[in-house]
């Protein structure tokens, strides 16, 4: 999806519209995905990135800085670049489905039954007044 970008020439330009692409991926896993399998990726996800404390950095920018190293070889520098891409995806992951879960039970239709004690409730004022 996309929005017009106001333009001083003929051509109508466009970039992407960030909000809407991000509510249908949100409404994309609550329907695929039960609330339980997103509460586990999402633990399994924060193992990984806590796996991460093996370099002794906090984040995926301070490992980054690694990549300036000189001493490093190659093999090792292409290895570091893989963790870091890794790293980042399990974050902006990790994001998606915190919103997802936070938005989780909005996204689902009211129950059609009422809750037991609500029924109890009605039956009994209703009892009083006929």
């Keep these: 999806m996309s929005?017009?970008?106001p333009s001083g020439g003929e051509t109508t330009r466009y970039q992407p519209d960030y909000t809407r692409l991000l509510f249908e991926e949100i409404r994309t896993l609550i329907k695929k995905n039960m609330r339980?399998?997103?509460?586990n990726e999402l633990v399994a996800i924060t193992e990984e990135i806590e796996g991460q404390a093996t370099y002794d950095v906090e984040t995926w920018e301070e490992f980054e800085q690694s990549l300036a190293d000189g001493n490093l070889a190659s093999a090792e520098l292409r290895e570091r670049r893989d963790i870091i891409a890794f790293w980042r995806e399990n974050e902006e992951d990790r994001r998606l489905i915190k919103h997802t879960l936070e938005l989780?039970?909005?996204?689902?239709?009211?129950?059609t039954r009422w809750p037991t004690w609500l029924?109890?409730?009605?039956?009994n004022v209703a009892s009083r007044w006929i």
């Excluded at 989780?104 to 129950?111: L, W």
Aim: proline share 15%; charged share 25%.
């Design 3 to 5: 929005v017009p970008l």
């Design 36 to 39: 339980e399998e997103l509460r």
């Design 104 to 111: 989780y039970s909005d996204s689902k239709p009211p129950a």
């Design 119 to 123: 029924t109890a409730l009605c039956a």
